[in-house]
């Protein structure tokens, strides 16, 4: 049975014109012997392969001419991969909504701001200037913010910034008197910041759970 390589994208099908025998090294899905980028690597908890990889119950490193002999083996039963699927799209459904929460979050008011324009005694034009500070915050806020997940962890950081854009949200239901117009504009600034940081480090999920040829087209 002869093999059959899929590259799965550009960077691959560089990769193994200049070195053939990098085709191995990458490791090979259980199918069609697409190349699988990134690199399988040795990290148990790493959601996409391990270097060891099962076949019916038994164990087959990822030597060259094991990875070899997997390529036209047809009894592999399962995908070789440690998170299965149902995981793998559960987390992709809860930061797709972690975005959109964030990215929703800063310009709630929007389609109501002429009528908050009354609370405040403002034209609608000077209320408008809410969703100009929440853009703003928004653009600002991966700059700033970013940073912090190498610190505390990129989920960490997703979780407390929401939790701060919902602080925020809590703030502008708060400001209903006459002269808050301005606290309302600042809490419209802190909830960009804090509701950009989902929508930024959600694609690196992504990155770390699918391969290339998972991904979208």
């Known amino acids: 049975m002869q093999e059959e390589h899929h590259v799965a994208g550009p960077e691959a099908e560089l990769a193994v014109a200049a070195d053939p025998e990098r085709k191995l090294e990458l490791g090979t899905d259980r199918k069609h012997g697409i190349i699988l980028i990134p690199k399988p690597s040795d990290e148990p908890k790493d959601p996409l392969v391990s270097r060891k990889d099962h076949y019916d119950g038994r164990t087959s490193e990822t030597t060259a001419t094991k990875v070899q002999v997997s390529l036209t083996d047809s009894s592999?039963?399962?995908?070789?991969?440690?998170?299965?699927?149902?995981?793998?799209?559960?987390?992709?459904?809860?930061?797709?909504?972690?975005?959109?929460?964030?990215?929703?979050?800063?310009?709630?008011?929007?389609?109501?701001?002429v009528v908050i324009s009354h609370t405040y005694h403002k034209t609608p034009t000077e209320l408008s200037y809410s969703i100009s500070a929440a853009v703003a915050g928004l653009f600002v806020g991966p700059?700033?913010?970013?940073?912090?997940?190498?610190?505390?962890?990129?989920?960490?950081?997703?979780?407390?910034?929401?939790?701060?854009?919902?602080?925020?949200?809590?703030?502008?239901?708060?400001?209903?008197?006459?002269?808050?117009?301005?606290?309302?504009?600042?809490?419209?600034?802190?909830?960009?910041?804090?509701?950009?940081?989902?929508?930024?480090?959600?694609?690196?999920?992504?990155?770390?759970?699918?391969f290339l040829h998972q991904r979208g087209k």
């Not at 440690?82 to 975005?99: D, E, G, I, Q, R």
Request: contains cysteine.
């Open 76 to 113: 592999v039963s399962r995908p070789l991969q440690n998170w299965a699927p149902k995981k793998k799209y559960t987390t992709l459904f809860v930061l797709c909504f972690a975005a959109f929460a964030g990215a929703a979050t800063p310009t709630a008011h929007q389609t109501g701001y």
């Open 143 to 210: 700059l700033i913010l970013l940073p912090f997940a190498r610190v505390i962890g990129r989920t960490s950081l997703i979780f407390w910034s929401l939790s701060g854009a919902i602080a925020t949200q809590l703030w502008a239901a708060k400001m209903t008197g006459r002269d808050d117009y301005d606290s309302f504009l600042i809490s419209r600034l802190f909830a960009g910041l804090f509701g950009s940081v989902a929508t930024i480090l959600g694609s690196g999920y992504i990155m770390d759970m699918f």
